[in-house]
C-alpha cells in the first residue's frame, strides 16, 4: 500500500507540472476496449513509469490471453540471474496460426540448395515479411522496452487503423521486449531508490547519476551489444538461435544515444562493410524515408548517417546482416529517468522518447509491409549469390588446422634446466571451440574423419573445412579473413582529422577475426579438400579422452586451454595435482610444458573416477602411465615439478577498476574456465587481511585515483609470497616509480632531440617560419602521448623458456586500443614473457597510426617481475577483452594457477 502511494504520489505531482490532459502516442486512433491497456495491468498509462522486467512480462503474458489467436508468447532464454526473455509473435490471426509453416518455410527460402527457383517464388507470394524488434540491450536506455508494449498494443488493439491493418495483411512482428533485462531491473531499481517528491530535470540529479555498476550491462558486465561474434552469453546464445529459427526479414536494434542529440535511423554512417550487398546499403533508404515522412508529420528532430557505422559485424544491428537480412540501429535520446533537461535548458521527459521509439517501430513496420515482396526476394537473391560467389571466387574453403603437438626449442644432449623449453604447435581443443562457435552462427562446418590433402599439403584428422559455396558466405569470409578492409577515402578523411588533432570518426575496433582471437591456424584454400569429412552438428559438446585404463602411477595431462578447465575442475574437487615446467617425454609421446601430474600415491581412490569424469566434462586428454620413468625431460619428483594448490583468487572491485573489465575477468574464470572468484572492493583491499587471498586481479580501468594505499599493501602481499596479476590501466598504478609494482614507465612519443625543461616565459625570442613544415614544427607539443588508436589486432611472440607461458604457441594477438605503450623490463627486474612483433608484423588486423605502429613494436604484452616471494604480472592489454581472446586465455590462466605454484 505504500509503495502504491508513492507511485500515486509521485504520478500526480509529475502530470500536474508537465502532464497533458490528453498525450496521444498515435493520434486519432480508436482501441478496441476488450483489449486490456497498459494502464489498466500495470495501474500507469504508457511513459508516465519506467516498466521494470517483470511489468514487461506482465502485460505482454496479459496481451497474449486476451488475444490468443493475435499474439503468442516465447520464452527463448534465460539470463544469469534468472530472468525470462521473451519474444511476442504479433500477426492477424491467419498469420498467427501459421507460424510453425511461416518458420519452416523462411528456412526453406534460406537454402537455395535444397530449394528451387519455381518453389521459391511460391513461398514468396504467399510469406509474410518477418520483423524483429530488439528493444533496450542496454538496461539503462529505458525508452524503447516501454514503446514495445505499446507497439504490441496498438497492432492488436487499434480499430480502423490503416498502418497497423497493413502491417497485419503483410508481416510477422517479432517483438523482443528488453535483450538484457539483468540490466533493466538494475536501472529501474537505482532510479525507484532515487526518487523524490517530483521528478528532476536536472543531469546532476541522483536518479540520472548511476553507481559503478550501471544498468547498461548485463550480470557479467557485457555490452550485449558488442556480444555478437563470439556469444558468450546466455542472452546473446538464446537470440541467435531464435533469429536462425526465423531469419527476420528486417532486424531493427532500438537504443538510446545523450540528452543533447534528437534520433537517430538509417541509413548508416560511413564505412561500410565491404561484405554487404548492394541491396542491403539500398534498402536502407526505404526505412529511413519512411521514418523521416512519420517524424516530419509529428515535428520529431532526426538526423541520419552520422557517427554510427555498418563496418563492425558484432552488433545486434550488424550480425543480422550476414545471413542475408537488413539490420538497423535506432537511437533516441535518452531521459535517463522521467524528466530531463540539454544543456540549451529545454526539458523533455520520459514518455516523449517512448513515443518516437514506439512511432518508429510502426513505420518500420509499414515498411517493410509495403516492401514484403522485394525483401523475401532480396533474402532469396542474397543466399542464391553468396552459393554462387563461394564457388567462383578464388577462396574455395577455410581449414582450421588441429594440431596438438610440441616444438621445443632446444634438441640433442641438454641439461634438466635447458630441456623442455618450447612452444605449442596449438591447442586442439581451441580449434574444436572455434568450429562449434561458426556452427552456432549457422554456418556448415565439417570435420576431417581422417588425414586429407588440400593443395598438396597434407592436414591431420580432426582439422575441420568450412566450404564457401554455402548460404552463409559473406558471413565466414567477414568472420574468417585475417582483415576486413575499411574504405580508403573514409581513411584519408581520418588522417586529415589526425593532423589536426582532432577527435577520429572511427565508432568501434577496426579488427576482429575470430583465428587470430582464438589463435588457429586457418588456411585460405584455393582448391576443395581431397578425404573423409562428417558435418558438425549443432550444439555439440567438448569430447574429451579418458584414460585407457587405470593408472598405478599418474594421470598426465598435456598442457591446454581444455588442461586448465580441468585443473579448476580437480582443484575445486579436491585433487593433489602438480604441474612440469619443462617438456616431458615418455613411451616416445613428448608431454609439452605445463602438463598437469596427477599422482595416485598422493590422492585418494576418488582419483581415477574423477579424472575420468573431468576429461568428460571438460574436452581434456587424460593419459594414464604406470612408470615414473621418462626417456627425455624431467621425471615426476624434479625441482622443475610444482604443486598447484588451489588458490583464492580476488577480482579488484568498483572505482577505479573498469566495470566492463571487471565483469569480463570474472566471466572468463568462472564461466569458461570454472573457478571461482572473490570479488573485493578496492576501498575493502586497502585495509582487509589479504593473506586470505594467493591472487589479486587488477582488471583494466582508469587508476589515477587509486590510494596509496592499496598500492603498498599490493606490494607487501607479494613480497610474501602472493600473486599480483595487473591488466593495462592498472599499470599506471603499478609503474608509477613512487609505488614500484613494476619496473618500466609509460611512453611518450618519440621526439628528435631533449624537450626543454625551463619554466615557461612571459616572452621568447622570435622566429620565422618560412615554410608550412616550420609551422606545423612550432605547434607540436614537445611532449606527448602515443596517438590513441581505436583497437586493432597486434601480433605478439612469447618466450618458449618462461613458466608463465606453457601451452602457449610461438604467437598470440592481442586487441590493442588507446594510447598506452610500456617500456620493457630490464632483465635484471623481471622477463619479458610476451614481447610485441616488429615494426613489420605487429599489425595483424585492422588500422592504425604508421608512427603508433612503429613505436609499439618489440614493447613488452607481458611481463613477470619477482617480488620477494611473490610475482607481479603484468599485462599491457587486457587478455579478457569482451572474453573475445581466447588465444590469450591460456596465458590469463598461467598467471592465475601457475603464479602461485612458484610462489617461494
Partial sequence: MRTLLRSLTILV???????????????????????????????????????????????????????????????????????????????SEATIRRLPEIQAAMKKLADPRATTEAEAKKLIATLPAVVWLGYGVHGNEISSPDAALLTAYHLIAARKDPTADAILANTLVLIDPTQNPDGRDRFVHHFEQSEGLEPQALPAALEHSEPWLNGRTNHYHFDLNRDWLTITQPETKGRIRTLLDWYPLVFVDLHEMGADSTYYFA??????????????????????????????????????????????????????????????????????????????????????????????SLSTCETAARQKQQLLDNFWRYRVTAIE???????????????????????????????????????????????????????????????????????????????????????????????????????????????????????????????????????????????????????????????????????????????????????????????????????????????????????????????????????????????????????????????????????????????????????????????????????????????????????????????????????????????????????TLMADPKVGLMAVQRETQPREGTPKKEAPEATVPGKLLAKEDDFKKAITPETEPPDSTAGFIAKATIDGDHWVTAGAQRTVHAVVSGNDIYTPIKLDRGINTVVFAGPDEVLASGYLWDSYRKQLAFKPLMMVQREGRGHVIAFTADPNYRAYLDGMNILFVNALFRGPAHAR
Fill in 13 to 91: 505531482a509529475f502530470c500536474a507540472a508537465y502532464g497533458q490532459s490528453k498525450f496521444e502516442f498515435w493520434p486519432g486512433t480508436t482501441y478496441d476496449p476488450a483489449i486490456p491497456t497498459i494502464e489498466k495491468v500495470l495501474g500507469y498509462k504508457p511513459g508516465e513509469r519506467i516498466s521494470s522486467h517483470s511489468n514487461l512480462m506482465r502485460y505482454l503474458e496479459t496481451l497474449a490471453a486476451a488475444a490468443p489467436n493475435r499474439v503468442k508468447v516465447f520464452e527463448y532464454a534465460k539470463s544469469w540471474e534468472g530472468r525470462k526473455l521473451v519474444y511476442a509473435a504479433v500477426g
Fill in 267 to 360: 541509413p548508416e554512417a560511413v564505412p561500410y562493410n565491404p561484405h554487404l550487398t548492394k541491396d542491403q546499403k539500398s534498402s536502407l533508404e526505404w526505412f529511413g524515408k519512411n521514418n523521416a515522412k512519420w517524424f516530419d508529420q509529428y515535428g520529431f528532430s532526426y538526423f541520419t548517417r552520422e557517427v554510427y557505422d555498418a563496418f563492425y559485424p558484432g552488433y545486434g544491428a550488424s550480425w543480422p546482416a550476414y545471413y542475408g537480412g537488413i539490420a538497423m540501429t535506432y537511437e533516441q535520446a535518452s531521459a535517463r529517468g522521467l524528466l530531463m533537461q540539454k544543456t540549451d535548458g529545454t526539458q523533455f521527459h520520459f514518455r516523449d522518447t517512448v513515443r518516437q521509439h514506439f512511432v518508429a
Fill in 389 to 731: 560467389e563461394g564457388k567462383t571466387e578464388p577462396v574455395k574453403e577455410f581449414l582450421l588446422v588441429r594440431k596438438t603437438g610440441f616444438q621445443q626449442l632446444v634438441t640433442g644432449p641438454v641439461t634438466p634446466q635447458s630441456t623442455g623449453a618450447g612452444y605449442a604447435e596449438g591447442d586442439g581443443p581451441m580449434v574444436d571451440k572455434l568450429a562449434r562457435l561458426l556452427v552456432e552462427h549457422g554456418i556448415e562446418v565439417e570435420r576431417a574423419t581422417a588425414a586429407f590433402s588440400n593443395g598438396g599439403k597434407q592436414y591431420p584428422a580432426g582439422s575441420y573445412r568450412i566450404k564457401l559455396a554455402q548460404p552463409a558466405k559473406r558471413m565466414i569470409r567477414t568472420f574468417l579473413d585475417a582483415n576486413v578492409p575499411m574504405n580508403d577515402e573514409f581513411l584519408k578523411e581520418q588522417a586529415r582529422l589526425r593532423e589536426k588533432k582532432l577527435p577520429d570518426e572511427i565508432y568501434d575496433v577496426t579488427a576482429w577475426s575470430l583465428p587470430l582471437q582464438f589463435n588457429v591456424e586457418t588456411v585460405a584454400a584455393n582448391a576443395e579438400s581431397t578425404g573423409s569429412f562428417v558435418r558438425v552438428p549443432k550444439e555439440e559438446k567438448a569430447a574429451g579422452v579418458e584414460p585407457a585404463s587405470k593408472a598405478t602411477v599418474a594421470y598426465l595431462v598435456p598442457w591446454n586451454t581444455a588442461a586448465a578447465k580441468l585443473l579448476a575442475g580437480a582443484l575445486r574437487a579436491g585433487l593433489t595435482v602438480h604441474s612440469s615446467d619443462k617438456a616431458i617425454t615418455q613411451a616416445g609421446r613428448v608431454f609439452p610444458r605445463g602438463t598437469l601430474i596427477f599422482k595416485v600415491s598422493g590422492n585418494a581412490e576418488k582419483l581415477h573416477d574423477t579424472v575420468r569424469e573431468l576429461a568428460r566434462s571438460t574436452g581434456a586428454e587424460v593419459v594414464a602411465t604406470n612408470t615414473g620413468w621418462v626417456e627425455d625431460g624431467v621425471n615426476f619428483g624434479s625441482r622443475f615439478v610444482n604443486t598447484v594448490k588451489a588458490p583464492v583468487i580476488a577480482i579488484a572491485w568498483d572505482t577505479p577498476v573498469g566495470s566492463n573489465s571487471a565483469g569480463h575477468t570474472r566471466f572468463v574464470i568462472e564461466r569458461q574456465y570454472g573457478y571461482p572468484t572473490v570479488p573485493v572492493r578496492t576501498s575493502v583491499l586497502a585495509v582487509t587481511d589479504l593473506s586470505k587471498f594467493q591472487v589479486i586481479v587488477l582488471p583494466d580501468g582508469n587508476y589515477g585515483s587509486a590510494s596509496p594505499a592499496l598500492a603498498a599493501r599490493l606490494k607487501d602481499f607479494a613480497r610474501n609470497g602472493g600473486t599480483v596479476v595487473g591488466i593495462g590501466g592498472a599499470l
